[in-house]
């Protein structure tokens, strides 16, 4: 069932709160209200951003004026079922009151201030890295992440009563993060660390123990793929002109993939790039597709092994997508999309149009394996290009990460075309289990890779990286009903989510069993965003939650300080939330498990 309905009970409520920071808005008359229509301010002080989201779920399409006196008045025609947002960057203290107003009536303010003063964290995480046998080492590094989203640098005491040394300042920059502070301790270890600065306190106490159970540290991360470790099954070039298969160790690994299955098996994928960190169709070419899988919720995971090669190492196979058909029987189907270059040279940009064969030898390919037992065994890869490519296309990619089932049962896969030197995000889809493929509209252009997912209400929304970077863009499905993202999108629009040009993540928070008599998904007005929070680079890779399906992100929690490029995000068998992702082209690829709560500590 759908919390659809809960969510327009609750449109009124939207227009009197406003997220990030507590700020509490002018009570307007029952009148000001007007059915399927909301404006929503939060406050993102990561971008120094105030944020109004304009939300018509009406069945009619209205225009939205906003007046805020001194700045600016501003007008947005929304389509029906639609949104759009305005942003407005500015100072530390900014006080803002913002009219909205539609011509049926709607007539709100939105009154806050721009308080990043108190925008500090204190993480509390364990490193869980396991021996070769599965089983835990004796100690653990327990580590602390102090972060400060305000406009200046702040200085942090940390205590931990009981140590040998038991207090420690740092000072950490305006919009930065610190990492630097971690303890090894023995399994178990009981920890009681209060970690304050002016106006900000946090205290978390409890054991040292991997797992995320009650009383302990709320994230675990362990390295999943490496430049170090060797990985089974590498295709590898003997002197002699012949292939074997081999272990062995590679330059690169990139472009996490995840999935999590009906059973609750984690299959995560990720680029092997042999000899180099060059992208499909860069370098020699030689990129295969490694996987790893966890049965415990990402505790323990099989050996890294090659899951895809082509019979040459001038070929590529790589940037991985996977999605779960969760009604295709009682362990479902996992499909990986695979993007093919047939040559060195032959990348997305290196692709040439007049032709959408199996077997073109001037274009990428979208490929796809399909797994019936938990990614165990894969099926031999079937090329769709003579599906879903149009000739006349240039480049054409599967985007990595994944994709999504929708309550209809429709399957979804996000895509990027080239035309007549543009880029496109769009999607192919099925409706019969995966046999056969079609493309969908366009949701915009001036785009790259993108992710999809069905709103509360049953919108489908594109979430899209902006080929000019700064910011995230999204676009929704006409259709909320048969067709989605086989119709027209609406007029893509700047969310104003700070973005510097990188593959993010938004899901919905639904576990493996959140389906409906037919093993369907349901829909839900939870969501998370996973993406940099940063302008200045692929840095701060962070988690925001939504729980008015998008509207404002009230939440925020950093999972990775510094480097951190490609993520992607799901929902585990126990409710907690796995987000895969790089550092760097050889930093390694890095699983963290998280629970809902941890993520919603500030």
Known sequence: MSTSALRRGALALLALLTAVTTVLLVPLPASAAVSGQAAVADQDCTSSRIRVTLLNESAAATTFTATWAGVGTYTRTVSAGDR??????????????????????????????????????????????????????????????????????????????????????RTVAANASDASMYWTVANGTAYAITTTAPGFTRTESGRATCGLATGTPGMNSQT??????????????????????????VASVRIPAMAVSNTGTIVAMADARVSSAADLGGGSNDIQVAMRRSTDGGATWSPAEIVQHAGTTTEGYGDVSLLVDRSAGARGTIHAFLNYSPAPGIGYYGSAPGSNSATDPTAMHIRVISSTD???TWSAPVDLNPQVKKAGWAGIFASSGHGVQLASGRLVQPIVYRENGVDHAADIYSDDHGATWKTGAPAATGVNESKVLQRGSGKVVQNMRSNGGGNRWYATASDAGASDVASPFGTAWNSGMIDPGCNADEISYL?????????????????????????????????RVSEDDGASWRHHVLIKSGAAGYSTAAVL??????????????????FTGFTLDWAKQS
């Not at 653990?140 to 207090?167: E, K, Y």
């Open 573 to 590: 068998g126990d409710g907690a939330i796995g987000d895969l992702y790089e550092i760097g082209a050889t930093g390694g690829i890095v």
């Open 374 to 376: 938990d990614g165990v």
């Open 84 to 169: 759009t947002t305005l942003f407005f960057t500015k100072a530390d203290k900014t006080v803002y009151s913002i009219a909205v107003t539609t011509p049926q009536g709607l007539n709100t303010t939105l009154n806050g201030t721009l308080d990043c003063g108190a925008a500090l964290g204190a993480q509390i995480a364990m490193e869980c890295p396991r021996n070769a046998d599965g089983t835990l080492p004796a100690t653990h590094r327990l580590g602390l992440t102090l972060v400060n989203r305000s406009a200046t640098a702040r200085t942090f005491t940390v205590r931990w009563p009981g140590l040998s040394a038991t207090t420690w300042t």
């Open 224 to 249: 999943l793929f490496s430049t170090t470790d060797a990985v089974a099954g590498v295709n590898t070039r003997q002197t002699d002109g012949t292939y074997q298969e081999r272990s062995r160790t």
């Open 511 to 543: 576990s493996p069993t959140d389906v409906d008599s037919g093993g369907r998904p349901i829909t839900t007005d939870t969501a998370l965003y996973s993406g940099n929070a940063s302008s200045s680079g692929r840095n701060e890779l962070t988690v």
